[in-house]
């Protein structure tokens, strides 16, 4: 029998909620193809910082990379926010993601059953880029103020996963990048263009950010696969919940070249919705798919989890967030009760 270990990271909000649904589904779709796991929980983000004054502990750090992969929740809440930089939650995760050394970020959003889009993008850049802070100017004024550095083998590196999986997929890859008056936009798509002679199977476009957020909406199928920067990644993943349905159904994984993925829903803790049983634990159920897939190559445990998935949904189980007249709607832990049992019903072939 194959075993893992999984470090699961509730965190904060509704975090807790719809972690423990997600490792109940794992153990569950494991079990169905002989595959064990054990699981370690640790604390991160407001939770660490509540019971050991940071938001990533030492301990956290080494379970994580002694781990196989890495279950997140959601980290983030309003008790926290004042907090200076180092003492809040999201530094907490922004340090996990340095830690674990991962670099690409998959985020696959569903717009029909039969079309999909992959945003991938880097986990480094601006948020890290140095000189940074706010400091008082000659004219005795404050100002703040990022950095966004890229060297070409980071960019070359993010390149090459995504020419990679779309290759993989439906052989379309969109740079989305701001060429028109970055400097770091200007070298990443000069770096993009220069590797697609190494794939001539896969066809390569760029597009402004701003187009790219429009285009997103007016019409998606148009996107394959999408490569960007970490800041662009970030707000455009969220956009992309939007045209699926929701912020509660997008997953995504954090990649390195070695050593244990990350695996977490792209939204944060959902404070407004919080201990409420309203959460939608789809998002980080399906996280818990893409650990199997692309974290430990269990394909089949993974395919079990995203077939349940669609059939609490064809029953027509809805959270709130996806509700509409006709559907039922169900909160947290009914959804993932309804997984549970699609996992062990459907036929599967
Ligand atoms: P959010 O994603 O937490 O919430 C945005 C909106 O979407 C809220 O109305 C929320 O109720 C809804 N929502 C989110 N997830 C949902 C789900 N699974 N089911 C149903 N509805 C859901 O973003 P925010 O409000 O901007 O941030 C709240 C906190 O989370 C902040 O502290 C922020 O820093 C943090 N955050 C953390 C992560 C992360 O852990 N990776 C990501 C984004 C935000
Ligand atoms: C995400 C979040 C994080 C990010 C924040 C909480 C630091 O928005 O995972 O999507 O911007 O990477
Ligand atoms: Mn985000």
């Not at 660490?48 to 196989?68: H, Q, R």
């Not at 991938?120 to 703040?144: A, H, Q």
């Not at 890859?173 to 199977?201: F, G, M």
């Amino acid at each position: 029998k194959k075993r893992y270990n999984i470090t699961l990271l509730p965190g904060d909000g509704i975090g807790p909620e719809v972690v423990s649904i997600a490792k109940n589904v794992l153990q569950q779709a494991g079990s169905l193809e002989g595959v064990e796991f054990s699981f370690r929980e640790m604390a991160v983000g407001g939770a660490a910082l509540d019971l050991v004054g940071v938001p990533l502990p030492e301990e956290t750090i080494s379970a994580a990379k002694d781990s196989d992969a890495v279950l997140l929740g959601a980290i983030g809440g309003y008790k926290w926010d004042k907090n200076e930089k180092h003492l809040k939650p999201e530094t907490g995760l922004l340090q996990l993601r340095a830690a674990l050394k991962v670099f690409a970020n998959l985020r696959p959003a569903t717009v029909l059953p039969q079309v999909t889009l992959l945003l991938l993008f880097t986990l480094t850049s601006i948020y890290f880029g140095v000189p940074r802070g706010i400091k008082t100017n000659e004219n005795g004024e404050e100002v703040g103020f990022n950095t966004e550095v890229y060297a070409a083998h980071e960019i070359d590196r993010i390149a090459r996963v995504a020419f990679d999986t779309a290759r993989k997929r439906r052989g379309k890859l969109c740079s989305v990048d701001k060429a028109n008056v970055l400097e770091a936009s200007i070298l990443w798509r000069r770096r993009v263009t220069a590797l697609a002679a190494e794939y001539p199977d896969v066809e390569l476009s760029h597009m402004y950010v701003d187009n790219a957020a429009m285009q997103l909406v007016r019409d998606p199928k148009q996107f394959d696969t999408i490569v960007t920067n970490n800041i662009f990644g970030d707000i455009l993943s969220d956009e992309a919940s939007m045209i699926t349905g929701s912020i509660g159904m997008l997953p995504s994984a954090s990649l390195s070249d070695s050593g244990p993925g990350l695996f977490e829903p792209i939204h944060g803790s959902a404070p407004d919705i919080a201990g409420q049983d309203k959460a939608n634990p789809l998002a980080t159920i399906l996280s818990a798919a893409m650990l199997l897939k692309y974290g430990l190559g269990e394909e089949k445990a993974a395919k079990r989890i995203e077939d349940a998935v669609l059939g609490a949904l064809n029953k027509g189980f809805r959270t709130g967030d996806i509700y509409s007249a006709g559907t039922k709607l169900v909160g947290c832990k009914e959804m993932g009760e309804e997984v549970l049992k699609s996992v062990d019903t459907q036929v599967f072939v």
